[in-house]
Nanobody
Framework: QVQLVESGGGLVQLGGSLRLSCAASGFTFSFYDMSWYRQAPGKERELVARIRSTSGTNYADSVKGRFTISRDNRKDKEYLQMNSLKPEDTAVYYC?????????????WGQGTQVTVPS
């Protein structure tokens, strides 16, 4: 059974930091690209950061220089270190795993974790 379980969200003051974790199980983690998405109230879900199975990364412009994505293939976990948090970072953050296999994209989502940065 595939599971992605996020943790580490919470309420943090302006300019503070949080570290999100995503624990994966039920699939071969190291083969998958991993991402963090977020969805604020009334807005569409957007890509925050992505780390490929080869460890290449990319970030949304809004978080470059403040957020760092990483993964630990020994622990089947990915992380999102978030620094200098702003009110506009307030959202539910989701972990996603995806892989192109036999011409099809397999993907899995976590249930999300809330991050709130009051203004």
């Amino acid at each position: 059974q595939v599971q992605l379980v996020e943790s580490g969200g919470g309420l943090v003051q302006l300019g503070g930091s949080l570290r999100l974790s995503c624990a994966a199980s039920g699939f071969t983690f190291s083969f998958y690209d991993m991402s963090w998405y977020r969805q604020a109230p009334g807005k569409e879900r957007e890509l925050v950061a992505r780390i490929r199975s080869t460890s290449g990364t990319n970030y949304a412009d809004s978080v470059k220089g403040r957020f760092t994505i990483s993964r630990d293939n020994r622990k089947d976990k990915e992380y999102l270190q978030m620094n200098s948090l702003k009110p506009e970072d307030t959202a539910v953050y989701y972990c996603k795993a995806d892989r192109l296999q036999w011409g099809e994209v397999r993907y899995y989502w976590g249930q999300g974790t809330q991050v709130t940065v009051p203004s």
